[in-house]
Nanobody, 121 residues
Framework: VQLQASGGGLVQAGGSLRLSCAAS????????MGWFRQGPGQEREFVAA????????RYADFVKGRFTVSRDNAKSTVYLQMNSVNPEDTAVYYC???????????????WGQGTQVTVSS
């Protein structure tokens, strides 16, 4: 499975950004997807996850109500819609894939290369 994240950039606080992650290889609908981030000098942390069908999602507390994860299996793509961003959201965002259908926050097997999100105050 190859994952390619895109959509990062510079955004002002309070603004919005949508990240995309395109997958290739194994049929996309057979694995769950997650988003993670790593800020400057910080460890990588879980952001959101979505199961195979898109019917189950899970979010880290710090993004609930602001970020939305979704997927389009026909396009083999998962999205992270980021609204009301703040400078603390500045990080490299990674997408990842898992064989689990239970929206885990760890144990992902395949990782994309990351896309930089910078939020200015």
């Amino acid at each position: 499975v190859q994952l390619q994240a895109s959509g990062g950039g510079l955004v002002q606080a309070g603004g919005s950004l949508r990240l995309s992650c395109a997958a290739s290889g194994r049929p996309f609908s057979t694995y769950g997807m997650g988003w993670f981030r790593q800020g400057p000098g910080q460890e990588r942390e879980f952001v959101a996850a979505i199961n195979w069908s898109g019917g189950i999602t899970r979010y880290a507390d710090f993004v609930k109500g602001r970020f939305t994860v979704s997927r389009d299996n026909a396009k083999s793509t998962v999205y992270l819609q980021m609204n009301s961003v703040n400078p603390e959201d500045t990080a490299v965002y990674y997408c990842a894939a898992t064989y689990s259908n239970f929206v885990p926050s760890n144990g992902y097997i395949y990782w994309g290369q990351g896309t930089q999100v910078t939020v200015s105050s």
